[in-house]
T-cell receptor
């Protein structure tokens, strides 16, 4: 089941620069997308989300962009900080009468921010 | 900030034994979920629970699995007869609403089946 894919297993950026994490999906019924950050030995921590009626959502240093025609979303972190080093998961949900909120996750991208 | 709490953090069990994983969701949340992550693999949906019944379950969630909300605060996942392949991190999550609201996750229980 590859409905949500993060094709880059890892990304390394310099502190202060922009980090761009990418996610592709195949299910056109997905209409709510989320990014989670995960440190070792902890659970996923919610970062930011976007509904399919929008193409951009911003929260501080984090911005998520959604391109529905390309079935692609990305997370931009500006400026990147060493504390941002973690695994980032993209997740998606399909809202509808039968939807129970089930999230479908990508494989994750490990971000390393170098001082 | 309210948190989802899970106990125990690590559970070691002999194959064939029953195990119960416990979760205390955020107090005003209404929707509850279990996910698991086998080492090196994706986080996978197991089951969603609302209004004291299962809303949806995945193919993984077979007859060996059950969930319960025995009181107003706890949400449990039971595996009746564990198998080696049940070894994974199990995450509990909760949300206020099933759509367009983020799910908040606990730190997980690492289940090791020997």
């Amino acid at each position: 089941d590859q409905q949500v894919k993060q094709n880059s297993p890892s990304l390394s950026v310099q502190e202060g620069r922009i980090s761009i994490l990418n996610c592709d999906y195949t299910n056109s019924m997905f209409d709510y997308f989320l990014w989670y950050k995960k440190y070792p030995a902890e659970g996923p921590t919610f970062l930011i989300s976007i509904s399919s009626i929008k193409d951009k959502n911003e929260d501080g240093r984090f911005t998520v962009f959604l391109n529905k025609s390309a079935k692609h979303l990305s997370l931009h972190i500006v400026p990147s900080q060493p504390g941002d080093s973690a695994v980032y998961f993209c997740a998606a949900s399909a809202y509808g009468s039968s939807n129970t909120g089930k999230l479908i996750f990508g494989q994750g991208t490990t971000l390393q921010v170098k001082p | 900030e309210p948190e989802v709490t899970q106990t125990p953090s690590h559970q070691v069990t002999q194959m064939g034994q029953e195990v119960i994983l416990r979760c205390v969701p955020i107090s005003n949340h209404l929707y509850f979920y279990w996910y698991r992550q086998i080492l090196g693999q994706k986080v996978e949906f197991l089951v969603s629970f609302y209004n004291n019944e299962i809303s949806e379950k995945s193919e993984i969630f077979d007859d060996q699995f059950s969930v319960e909300r025995p009181d107003g605060s706890n949400f449990t996942l039971k595996i009746r007869s564990t198998k080696l392949e049940d070894s994974a991190m199990y995450f509990c999550a909760s949300s206020t609403y099933r759509g367009n609201q983020p799910q908040h996750f606990g730190d997980g229980t690492r289940l090791s089946i020997l």
